[in-house]
C-alpha cells in the first residue's frame, strides 16, 4: 500500500530476487509482470492450496480455444534431465475486458490442476473430471463449460464462474488490495468464449449414463437429456447438471 494509501499499480510492485542491471524499475516490465504473476500464485497457494503445490514456470501463451491451460513436466533444468516443473500459461488475448479477478481465478482455475496432478487422479487429456470439480467448487470457482451457472461441470473444455461467497473471492480481494495487473494484448479477443464443450454421445445410443461431479448420483436418460442433482443445486444454490459418462 502507498504512503497516500492508494493501491500499488503494476510498476511498483516487484520480485526481491531481480537484479537491477542498471535499468529503472518502472521500465523493467517483463520482470514485473511476471513477478506479480509468481505472487499471485504463491499468496493463492498459501491461501487456498495450504502452501502444499510446487513451484512451477508461469508463462503467457497466445491459445486459439483457452484463457490458460496446465501442463505437465513441460519444462526441465538445463543439464539435469530428470529435473522437471509444470507449466502454467495465461492467454493475455483473453485479459481484454475481463477484470484482474477474473483473470486471477484463471491462474486458481489451472493451479487445481496442479493440485490435482499432485495429489489426485487427473482425467485423460484434457478432460476436466468430478474429482476436479468438486476441488473447485471447494475452493470457491464452480465450474462449467459456458463459464455461467447451468453449464456441465465436466468435459474437455469447461471454464468456471466465481462463487461470491466463495473462498477464492475474499483472498483475491486481499490480494488486489496490494497488485494491480497492468498488461493486455493489443488486440483484444475472448478465444475462450467461442470455445465449446466437445463431449459427444453417439446418436445410436438409446440410453446414457450420467452422473453427478459432486455427489456421484447416477441416472440413465436420453444422450441429450440436461438433467440436474436436485440435492447438490439445492447445496450450491446453482443448477448442477449431471454430466455424460463416456
Known amino acids: 500500500m502507498s504512503p497516500t494509501g492508494e493501491p500499488h499499480e503494476l510498476c511498483i510492485v516487484q520480485s526481491k530476487n531481480v537484479i537491477n542491471a542498471g535499468v529503472p524499475t518502472e521500465r523493467r516490465l517483463t520482470a514485473l509482470e511476471y513477478s506479480t504473476l509468481q505472487d499471485a ?5 498459501r491461501t487456498l492450496f495450504d502452501g502444499h503445490l510446487p513451484q512451477v514456470l508461469i508463462t503467457l501463451q497466445r491459445h486459439a480455444h483457452a484463457r490458460g491451460y496446465f501442463a505437465r513436466d513441460r519444462f526441465r533444468r538445463r543439464g539435469r534431465a530428470l529435473a522437471h516443473i509444470h507449466e502454467v500459461a495465461l492467454n493475455p488475448d483473453c485479459f481484454g475486458g475481463r477484470s484482474d479477478q ?3 481465478s484463471t491462474l486458481v482455475h489451472e493451479m487445481a490442476h496442479v493440485w490435482q496432478e499432485e495429489y489426485g487422479h487427473p482425467g485423460r487429456g484434457r478432460y476436466h473430471n468430478r474429482e476436479w470439480a ?5 475452493i470457491g470457482l464452480m465450474p462449467s463449460s ?9 468435459g474437455d473444455h469447461v471454464s468456471h464462474y466465481i462463487l461470491d461467497d466463495g473462498p477464492f473471492a475474499g483472498v483475491c480481494r486481499a490480494f488486489l488490495e496490494r497488485y494491480r495487473l497492468a498488461w493486455e494484448s493489443a488486440t483484444v479477443s475472448d478465444p475462450a468464449s467461442h470455445s465449446r464443450n466437445r463431449s459427444v454421445v453417439g446418436k445410436s445410443q438409446t440410453r446414457t449414463k450420467f452422473t453427478c461431479p459432486i455427489c456421484g448420483l447416477n441416472v440413465w436418460a436420453k444422450p441429450d437429456a440436461a438433467v440436474d442433482c436436485h440435492s447438490c443445486s439445492q447445496e450450491v ?6 454430466c455424460p459418462v463416456e
Open 102 to 104: 477474473e483473470i486471477l
Open 237 to 242: 444454490g446453482e443448477p448442477v447438471v449431471l
Open 41 to 45: 500464485y504463491d499468496h493463492f497457494n
Open 146 to 154: 459456458t463459464g455461467k451457472p447451468g453449464g456441465s461441470v465436466t
Open 134 to 138: 468438486s476441488f473447485m467448487y471447494g
